[in-house]
């Protein structure tokens, strides 16, 4: 269900709430350039019916209310529009909000997709508010890979992916040498969406069991 949320700054924006009220595990789930559509409520609902409570925050909503896009390049174009025009800051004052909305005493990870990889990256070093954090193909983890995690880390990469060169997840890996990566062969950016050309389900299928076993080790 759609809901409501207050930044500390007092910006207002939407979210997307799934899952049992009354979990002891709980998860702000981060979207891709392309906003809280189709795909990430079918994520939210995929994650619900796993146990967990669940807060997508709709991050386009300080440049743009209601952002829903689709996948073509034309979409590509002005989700990259819509993100030049929110600051980092801001989107983790998004981010703290959403976790501010899970259940109270729930064990708290952040999992995020493209852009949101990126942003669950910086859930696990520039916040205190999760346990465990799972980011897929972010394209700016490895500008922020020297940032010290807060908690465990899990990363996902396709081996294809023309936006993340293999040099980059390396770099990450040399630097990061306690977070768990795992790279998929023949994979592509957005593996795991099954809206997207490059959808890979066996991929999808083995990052996802891995995310799982991942959360279920550390958020119980």
Known sequence: MKIELTASDGHRFSAWRAGPAEATKALVVVQEIFGVNRHMRHVCEGFANQGFAVVSPALFDRAERDAELGYEQADVQRGLALRKQISDEQVMLDIEAAAAALPAGAARGI????????????GATRSR???AAVGYYGGGIA???????????????????KGIPLTDVEAIRAAQPGVEIHVYPGAGHGFSCEERSSYSPTDAILAEQRSLAFLAKHLG
């Open 111 to 122: 999992i995020g997709y493209c852009w949101g990889g990126s942003i669950a990256w910086w």
């Open 129 to 131: 508010s999760f346990k």
């Open 143 to 161: 500008a922020s890979r020297a940032e010290k995690p807060n908690c465990p880390v899990q990363l996902h990469f396709g081996a294809e992916d």
